[in-house]
Structures are given as structure tokens and as C-alpha cells.
């Protein structure tokens, strides 16, 4: 993927994150999803007082994507950070989660589908989702 859609995407996803609903985990986390129509949709996580509700940034950019009509997507560009100051851990990145591994996988094809992260130190990784999800479930194809 060229440059420019690169920083575009890490771009949304870092304003998507402004927008976070994170009160009970403070962590806040952004995404921007790139259709292979050539649409981005914005993700952030939304928390629910019951937790269980809760719905991650990823997520809520699939299921959005969805909703327009969109069905096969080819990029993610995902941050996050602590809102109450806390360093974030391990190398800083915000890989996606198991749950959002298996969505994203609903719509993509694994090996083609690129996961762009950011951290806090600028430092940048890009993955495919093949490697996040190596034998993921799959009914189609
Ligand atoms: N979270 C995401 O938005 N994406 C992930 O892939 C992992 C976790 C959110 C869920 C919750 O609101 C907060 O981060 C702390 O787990």
C-alpha cells in the first residue's frame, strides 16, 4: 500500500481515538478501516457500565463499514493509549484482539489484509492479518 494511504489511515485512526468512550478501562483506542472500494470508516471502542456491552474500536469500524453496504475491506490502522497518563505495555502497539482477529477475517482475505499500528514512540508495524490469525475459522471460500 503506497505511503500516502498509510498516513492517512494512521491519521484517522489517531482521530477516531479522540472520540473513545472509555470511562471504566481508560483506555482509549481508534481505528480506521480501508474498504477495497476505497471508503475509510473510523472506529473507537464505546464501554458500557455493564462491561459486556462494551465494543472495540475495530469493531465498531467493521460493523459501520458493514452497515453502509461494504463488504470486503483491506486495511485497519489501529491506536491506542491510556488516557489517565499510565504507560501503555509490552512494546505499545494495540494489536487487535482475538474477537476483532475473527471479524475482520469475516471480510478480508487473511493473507492480503494489512494491520498498521502505531505506538506512542512513532514507531510503526504493519501485519497481516494471516499472521495475527494464522487458521482462523472460516466457512467461505
Ligand atoms: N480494545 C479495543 O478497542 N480494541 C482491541 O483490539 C483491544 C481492546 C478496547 C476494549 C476496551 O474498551 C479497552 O480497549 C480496554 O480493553
Known amino acids: 500500500m503506497e505511503k500516502q494511504r ?3 489511515l494512521i491519521a484517522g485512526a489517531l482521530e477516531a481515538r479522540e ?6 478501562s481508560h483506555y482509549a483506542v481508534g481505528a480506521a478501516l ?3 472500494s476505497g471508503v475509510v470508516y473510523p472506529g473507537c471502542n464505546i464501554e458500557n457500565s455493564a462491561y459486556g456491552p462494551s ?12 452497515a453502509r453496504g461494504e463488504r470486503e475491506v483491506a486495511a485497519i490502522a489501529v491506536v491506542g493509549k491510556f488516557t489517565d497518563g499510565s ?5 505499545g502497539f494495540a494489536y487487535p ?11 478480508c482475505s487473511p493473507k492480503d489484509f494489512l494491520v498498521l499500528l502505531e505506538n506512542a514512540q512513532g514507531e510503526r508495524k504493519a501485519l497481516t492479518l494471516g499472521e495475527l490469525l ?4 472460516v466457512l467461505k471460500d
Open 6 to 8: 498509510r498516513e492517512e
Open 19 to 24: 472520540r473513545a468512550y472509555a470511562p471504566y
Open 34 to 36: 480501508l474498504t477495497k
Open 55 to 66: 465494543n472495540c474500536a475495530e469493531r465498531t469500524a467493521v460493523f459501520s463499514a458493514v
Open 87 to 91: 504507560p501503555a505495555g509490552g512494546d
Open 97 to 107: 484482539c482475538g474477537v476483532c482477529r475473527q471479524v475482520l477475517a469475516e471480510f
Open 134 to 137: 494464522p487458521y482462523g475459522f
